[in-house]
């Protein structure tokens, strides 16, 4: 397992990872999203090229070895079954093992999951839009008269080089109000230790 950051550590056995993974005044990179009944977003200055932080985002396979919150994406036909080639493209399926909240970090492939706190989400990869870099993919589980949600991630370049990432979804229709009552807490956690355990891979020179 790669060492996490004694300051990101310290920070999460604190509670107070999202205070690393706000960044206040950079302009955005995703698109303009209505209000719905509830968000959640998280972002991070990582200090690694543009092109890197992109490629981690769409490495499903390497979550497991970094990330707390999404601990496996799967892509899979329109029968729910896992394909060869696990490159995200739009309107393929991912089914995603989440940890709502997230695990401690740091975790790797060989980090149990909490049972108590796993979730299934069955999801449409919509966007990758890598001219713009920019990826969302929508749940499939309801109706979207009864619940819509799309998660959206984005990279932006720093005047610095450094790279901007950014990830939001914002919860439609009644369905959300339940959501929100039961996970909302748990799933913003969720972004900002994933905004964090991102940086902390990225920088650590374990993306080729």
């Not at 990101?8 to 990872?17: P, R, V």
């Not at 890197?52 to 970094?66: G, H, M, Q, R, T």
Request: charged residues 20%; aromatic residues 10%.
């Amino acid at each position: 397992m790669r060492p996490i950051s004694l300051q990101t550590s310290f920070l999460c056995a604190l509670g107070l990872a999202p205070l690393v993974t706000r960044v206040v005044g950079q302009t955005s990179n995703l698109p303009a999203l209505p209000d719905g009944v509830f968000s959640a977003q998280a972002s991070v200055i990582i200090d690694a090229p543009l092109e890197k932080v992109w490629e981690a985002i769409l490495d499903f396979p390497s979550y497991p070895n970094w990330n707390p919150f999404a601990r496996s994406m799967t892509v899979a036909n329109s029968w729910w079954i896992p394909i060869d080639d696990q490159t995200p493209q739009e309107n393929k399926r991912v089914i995603i093992r989440a940890q709502i909240p997230p695990l401690p970090l740091p975790v790797d492939e060989n980090t149990p999951d909490n049972a108590l706190h796993t979730q299934l989400s069955f999801e449409n990869i919509t966007t990758i839009d890598t001219a713009n870099h920019r990826t969302a993919w929508r749940a499939l589980m309801l109706p979207q008269a009864l619940l819509d949600a799309e998660r959206w991630q984005a990279v932006s370049i720093l005047e610095d080089g450094k790279t901007f990432y950014e990830s939001k979804e914002v919860f439609y229709a009644p369905v959300a109000y339940v959501v929100d009552a039961l996970f909302s807490q748990g799933i913003q956690q969720g972004f900002d230790s994933q905004a964090t355990a991102l940086k902390e891979w990225v920088e650590g020179g374990d993306v080729s």
